[in-house]
């Protein structure tokens, strides 16, 4: 199973972000930075906003740590329909 597929997988088995997915796949965290905008790009991926902001504690406890940006907040990364 190739990168993408691998990515995909992990989004899929309900991965909390970008550390996340590089753990549960064994890959490079700038091999899944790569491989998810090279999904954004080929719009088979998109980044929804979530409604809540990180904790005023930090974001060391948070799920999406390193994922997101206190200015821009959490995201969750949508996979669209494969094709038919």
Known sequence: MGPMSQVMEAIRGG?????????RTGLERTTVDA??????????LTRERL??????TGCGSCSSN???????????????????
């Not at 991965?15 to 753990?23: F, K, Q, S, V």
């Not at 409604?51 to 005023?56: E, F, I, Q, V």
């Not at 390193?66 to 038919?84: E, N, Y």
Request: a positive charge.
């Open 51 to 56: 409604g809540a902001s990180c904790p005023t």
């Open 15 to 23: 991965a909390l972000g970008r550390e996340d997915i590089a753990r």
């Open 66 to 84: 390193g994922a997101c940006s206190l200015q821009r907040g959490p995201v969750s990364l949508v996979l669209g329909r494969r094709p038919v």
């Open 35 to 44: 491989v998810i905008e090279r999904l954004e790009a080929m719009g088979q």
